[in-house]
């Protein structure tokens, strides 16, 4: 498995616009206009901030249903995810399997790797392109 970089950092956010105009402030971050919006089958809206080669994604649910109204209802505002990037997101998935992580399977060019597998990190392998 080869990990290529970092691809971004999922940060759930209760008001994305008020978080958005806080790291605009603070940092000078400027959201990508090109990346990003509303995720209906999610129950999500979000948007990219560029980093140097990677992204911040600001993560607002939209409703009281999946896992970022469930992470924000539990966890409250935070770091939600950190996502990599994978040359060979099928062999990134075996190859994890067969050292014994619990991996999810592959789906619209992404996978999870287990928490339990991670230190409790929400791990997210994605191959762009």
Do not use: C, W, Y
């Not at 919006?37 to 080669?53: D, Q, R, S």
């Not at 409703?63 to 939600?80: D, I, L, N, Q, T």
């Not at 339990?116 to 191959?127: A, D, F, R």
């Amino acid at each position: 498995m080869k990990v290529k970089r970092i691809d971004h950092i999922g940060i759930v956010v209760k008001d994305l616009a008020t978080a958005l105009g806080t790291f605009e402030h603070n940092f000078g971050f400027t959201p990508d206009s090109a990346k990003g919006g509303e995720v209906a089958a999610l129950g999500i809206k979000n948007a990219f901030v560029p980093v140097g080669a990677s992204d911040l994604e600001f993560i607002q649910p939209l409703g009281e249903e999946g896992p970022v109204a469930g992470f924000a209802k539990e966890r409250g505002e935070g770091m939600f995810m950190l996502s990599v990037e994978v040359d060979d997101l099928a062999a990134a998935v075996e190859s994890l399997r067969a050292r014994g992580a619990r991996v999810g399977n592959p789906n619209g060019g992404v996978a999870f790797v287990s928490m339990k597998s991670t230190h409790g990190v929400n791990l997210q392998l994605i191959q762009r392109g």
